[in-house]
């Protein structure tokens, strides 16, 4: 697998550009006039994003065919799995709506739906039924479209079981198209720890990431999964 914990994919520099801009526009933390403030923590969030969005359509469209990559290249039709959120623009929200504008044809599965972003405060999850999610992941891997898709792009998971439906989901692609790329972002906690349950972490650690091309934990994230506390980037 590829590792993209920190640097940056070798997307054209105007596409990277233009790709941080959307993101940053889409992840407004905070204006005054004409310019966004995000902070350290904000920006960390648009550059990991960034890198992930990137990473899969540099990829992707190299096993499509287009080692170059220039700003004319086809754009890869791409499957997000990850959450939704009612307010604001993370998972999902800001992964569908970067790709889409960079003229990706993006198929968006969420793993559940929330109100906004859970460090805002308490809310309602409303978390896809493991039986009802495996049954989409089956109408996604049977569907005449299905050929179509490059690249699969996995996040925040509600249940374990949603982990084993997309390991299937990820596996059937690539029995019908080997060169497809699956970018796993192991979305499962940072410095303060664990955000989901341990089950969730073991299940993306023992079922997906073996099956990633592409990997971008955070640092803690990289730890947890490897079994190693890390203390710094270097």
Same mark, same amino acid.
């Given at each position: 697998?590829?590792?993209?914990?920190?640097?940056?994919?070798?997307?054209?520099?105007?596409?990277?550009?233009?790709?941080?801009?959307?993101?940053?526009?889409?992840?407004?933390?905070?204006?005054?006039?004409?310019?966004?403030?995000?902070?350290?923590?904000?920006?960390?969030?648009?550059?990991?994003?960034?890198?992930?969005?990137?990473?899969?359509?540099?990829?992707?469209?190299?096993?499509?065919?287009?080692?170059?990559?220039?700003?004319?290249?086809?754009?890869?039709?791409?499957?997000?799995?990850?959450?939704?959120?009612?307010?604001?623009?993370?998972?999902?929200?800001?992964?569908?709506?970067?790709?889409?504008?960079?003229?990706?044809?993006?198929?968006?599965?969420?793993?559940?739906?929330?109100?906004?972003?859970?460090?805002?405060?308490?809310?309602?999850?409303?978390?896809?039924?493991?039986?009802?999610?495996?049954?989409?992941?089956?109408?996604?891997?049977?569907?005449?479209?299905?050929?179509?898709?490059?690249?699969?792009?996995?996040?925040?998971?509600?249940?374990?079981?949603?982990?084993?439906?997309?390991?299937?989901?990820?596996?059937?692609?690539?029995?019908?198209?080997?060169? %497809?790329?699956?970018?796993?972002? @192991?979305?499962?906690?940072? /410095?303060?720890? $664990?955000?989901?349950? #341990?089950? !969730? *972490?073991? =299940?993306?650690?023992?079922?997906?990431?073996? %099956?990633?091309?592409?990997?971008? @934990?955070?640092?803690?994230? /990289?730890?947890? $999964?490897?079994?190693? #506390?890390? !203390? *710094?980037? =270097?």
């Amino acid at each position: 697998s590829l590792l993209f914990p920190v640097c940056r994919p070798s997307l054209s520099g105007s596409c990277f550009r233009q790709l941080r801009y959307l993101l940053r526009r889409c992840c407004k933390v905070a204006r005054c006039g004409n310019t966004f403030k995000l902070g350290w923590r904000g920006a960390a969030v648009l550059n990991r994003l960034t890198i992930r969005c990137a990473a899969a359509i540099k990829v992707a469209s190299v096993r499509g065919g287009n080692a170059n990559m220039t700003d004319n290249a086809s754009p890869a039709e791409i499957i997000a799995i990850s959450s939704h959120v009612v307010r604001g623009s993370v998972g999902n929200r800001a992964i569908v709506f970067s790709l889409e504008t960079m003229g990706h044809p993006v198929w968006s599965l969420p793993t559940l739906i929330l109100p906004w972003h859970p460090g805002h405060g308490p809310s309602t999850r409303i978390v896809i039924a493991d039986d009802q999610f495996a049954a989409a992941i089956d109408d996604i891997v049977s569907s005449p479209w299905a050929h179509n898709l490059k690249a699969v792009i996995s996040g925040y998971f509600g249940g374990v079981g949603q982990v084993a439906a997309v390991a299937g989901l990820v596996k059937a692609l690539k029995a019908k198209n080997p060169d %497809l790329v699956y970018l796993c972002d @192991p979305v499962i906690g940072d /410095l303060k720890g $664990l955000y989901v349950p #341990e089950p !969730i *972490a073991s =299940a993306i650690r023992d079922q997906l990431i073996p %099956l990633a091309d592409i990997t971008t @934990p955070n640092r803690f994230e /990289l730890g947890w $999964l490897c079994g190693v #506390e890390l !203390i *710094a980037n =270097a």
